[in-house]
């Protein structure tokens, strides 16, 4: 009798023991908690971005302008420094991880890096490829004026978005892909100096205009081919993103000192490889490090897109300080600022299943559409906010919804 209670007990959802439910996989409970832990890390590392890459944009600007005695620091040393700097932290992370067990950290860094010499050596491909995505840009800069360059580069928004539906098979609808061409837009013309100040400019002949295009061209292609890829990585592999950061840190470092010795070798033997550090450049250098891992998060949690999102919002951060508080930036006009902050507002949107115009509005919908119709007044009718009526522009809002 017990013998047939047991199986009625296997084959009955009610009566399922705790073994079978081990088989069965975890409760819809967990599964729901994690999804939930999931979307908070997703944004609170996307926040953490766009506050460190602020953050450094404006601390590197004020470091690098400081006029003090002495050499100044090299940016070459600077990136390696920051480099060594994440790897110990990954290190600390995985020590953490192993339950502060250093058999257990030896253990876990031998068997995940030096016994998989294949899996280490896919992440010398993005770093060899983000170290001539630098020396591109370097050509770029000496052979385009300052406008053309920042314009250019910002394509890199949709490579990074082309690269992701065609190696991550990502679905994009029409909305997104034209948020992305309006952010695009916004912060080119965000960065495009005004003609208040000041450009010490240089005549530039055709062909190297072209070479400079070209270069900034194959930038804009290897940022998001490499970005697709290291997020491919993270995302189709079973070791932890600390364990990748501390593969990537280790080419990234090697790379590094290869362009130390090229570009800064012989500063670097006549004064000293932390020639010119004070606090301020130790700060810059943190921060550089802690954008190695708050990116990895990103594209682990998130995508590279939405990493893209959050680094053109800290673009738009940095200049509206530097125009109100530091006021050494002038911008063309103000209102793309707003074109560029539509764009992340409109990402995601998508229709709601609402039948009818008579559904119930949030509070969310209705705040975000008087936010839009308020600031975005000219974009509105692209996105069919056209008001025909008093109570179709009031109800037809309902029928959208932000995923958050």
């Given at each position: 009798m017990s013998g047939g209670r047991s199986r009625q007990q296997l084959e009955s959802p009610?009566?399922?023991?705790?073994?079978?439910?081990?088989?069965?996989?975890?409760?819809?409970?967990?599964?729901?908690?994690?999804?939930?832990?999931?979307?908070?890390?997703?944004?609170?590392?996307?926040?953490?971005?766009?506050?460190?890459?602020?953050?450094?944009?404006?601390?590197?600007?004020?470091s690098r302008t400081l006029k003090e005695d002495g050499p100044r620091y090299l940016s070459s040393t600077a990136v390696v420094v920051a480099e060594l700097l994440k790897i110990m932290a990954c290190i600390l992370l995985v020590y953490r991880d192993s339950k502060c067990s250093l058999r257990t950290l030896n253990r876990v860094l031998h068997d995940e890096i030096l016994n998989k010499p294949m899996e280490t050596l896919k992440l010398a491909i993005p770093s060899g490829i983000?170290?001539?995505?630098?020396?591109?840009?370097?050509?770029?800069?000496?052979?385009?004026?300052?406008?053309?360059?920042?314009?250019?580069?910002?394509?890199?928004?949709?490579?990074?978005a082309l690269f992701s539906v065609s190696m991550l098979s990502k679905k994009l609808g029409v909305y997104q892909w034209l948020s992305l061409v309006i952010l695009m837009t916004g912060v080119a013309f965000v960065q495009w100096p005004s003609d208040s100040q000041e450009v010490v400019s240089k005549e530039l002949s055709a062909g190297s205009?072209?070479?400079?295009?070209?270069?900034?061209?194959?930038?804009?292609?290897?940022?998001?081919?490499?970005?697709?890829?290291?997020?491919k990585?993270?995302?189709?592999?079973?070791?932890?993103?600390?364990?990748?950061?501390?593969?990537?840190?280790?080419f990234g470092s090697i790379f590094g000192l290869l362009g130390v010795y090229i570009y800064d070798g012989e500063l670097v033997s006549k004064n000293g490889f932390f020639q010119g550090y004070n606090k301020l450049t130790w700060i810059v250098v943190v921060l550089q490090a802690l954008g190695g891992l708050v990116?990895?998060?990103?594209?682990?949690?998130?995508?590279?897109?939405?990493?893209?999102?959050?680094?053109?919002?800290?673009?738009?951060?940095?200049?509206?300080?530097s125009y109100f508080w530091l006021q050494d930036f002038v911008p063309t006009r103000l209102g793309f600022h707003q074109v560029s902050l539509y764009g992340i507002l409109k990402w995601q949107w998508k229709p709601s299943k609402v039948p009818g115009l008579e559904g119930e509005r949030t509070f969310s919908s209705f705040l975000q559409e008087q936010l839009v119709k308020m600031l975005f007044p000219f974009w509105a009718p692209l996105f069919g906010w056209l008001p025909k009526s008093s109570k179709f522009s009031s109800l037809r809002c309902s029928k959208f919804q932000v995923e958050i």
């Open positions: 009610r009566g399922r023991t705790t073994e079978t439910r081990k088989y069965l996989g975890p409760p819809r409970k967990e599964e729901s908690e994690r999804k939930a832990m999931s979307s908070h890390l997703k944004y609170l590392s996307l926040g953490i971005l766009v506050f460190q890459t602020t953050s450094l944009v404006l601390t590197m600007r004020y983000y170290t001539l995505q630098n020396n591109l840009l370097y050509v770029a800069l000496s052979n385009l004026d300052a406008a053309t360059y920042q314009v250019t580069y910002q394509l890199k928004i949709l490579t990074t205009q072209f070479v400079g295009l070209m270069a900034v061209l194959t930038a804009c292609f290897s940022s998001g081919f490499a970005g697709v890829y290291f997020e990585i993270l995302k189709e592999t079973k070791q932890s993103v600390w364990i990748r950061n501390i593969q990537l840190g280790f990116i990895a998060a990103v594209i682990k949690y998130a995508d590279n897109i939405l990493k893209g999102f959050a680094t053109s919002l800290s673009i738009i951060l940095s200049t509206l300080i």
